[in-house]
């Protein structure tokens, strides 16, 4: 499995726009980009994922660029509620399949 | 909405004690997972399950074991629970977690 480098924290106010990037160098053409949202004491939740190019939720837009070995989550316009950990991860697209979590991003929102 | 759901939120049990900690998804995935999450050490992947009756081993298997009889239910049992399986689990149903059963070991 592909292994996933991130930054270990990051700031930033109210309103702005965070980009959080992972390279994963080592990803397998089969491998999917996903990217999970946790807070404290609950389970992950699932964001967004893509394969390639750029792929837009109601929540976030993930970036990819064409030799996939990095990806971008974009947050536009954060508030104090996406204040949380966000993990980047790459896997075969199944159904989720063995997805390994590695230390992710811990994201301040702040006033 | 899918909802995968893990029977207790908080659990305590002694050490010895074989503990079962049940995880139901109603979303019809064959996929299904096992992880704890410790302060530090991140979610570790424990066991996980690509159908019924099937299990494989993850990255943290000792001490655990699992149950897979129907497509539905994936179960985590801790044969004789010891201190150092107090932890948060966490079940996965494709790519829904469910919220978590925080376990603490005496």
């Known amino acids: 499995l592909a292994k996933t480098t991130q930054p270990i924290s990051m700031d930033s106010y109210e309103g702005q726009e965070v980009n959080i990037t992972c390279s994963h160098n080592?990803?397998?053409?089969?491998?999917?980009i996903t990217w999970y949202q946790q807070f404290p004491s609950q389970g992950p939740r699932f964001i967004i994922q893509?394969?390639?190019t750029k792929v837009t939720n109601e929540v976030a837009s993930l970036f990819i660029p064409a030799d996939r070995k990095s990806s971008t989550l974009s947050l536009p316009r954060v508030s104090l509620s996406d204040t949380a950990v966000y993990y980047c991860?790459?896997?075969?697209?199944?159904?989720?399949?063995?997805?390994?979590f590695g230390q992710g991003t811990e994201l301040s929102v702040k006033p | 909405d899918v909802k995968v759901t893990q029977s207790s939120r908080y659990l305590v049990k002694r050490t010895g004690e074989k503990v079962f900690l049940e995880c139901v998804q109603d979303?019809?995935?064959?996929?299904m997972f096992w992880y704890r999450q410790d302060p530090g050490l991140g979610l570790r992947l424990i066991y996980f399950?690509?159908?019924?009756?099937?299990?494989e081993k993850g990255d943290i298997p000792e001490g655990y074991s699992v149950s897979r009889e129907k497509k539905e239910r994936f179960s985590l049992i801790l044969e004789s629970a010891s201190t150092n399986q107090t932890s948060m689990y966490l079940c996965?149903?494709?790519?829904?977690f469910g919220s978590g059963t925080r376990l603490t070991v005496v």
């Open positions: 080592n990803i397998a053409t089969n491998d999917y």
């Open positions: 399950s690509y159908d019924v009756k099937m299990k």
């Open positions: 996965r149903g494709g790519y829904t």
């Open positions: 991860l790459v896997g075969i697209y199944n159904q989720g399949g063995k997805l390994i």
């Open positions: 893509g394969y390639k």
């Open positions: 979303m019809d995935h064959e996929n």
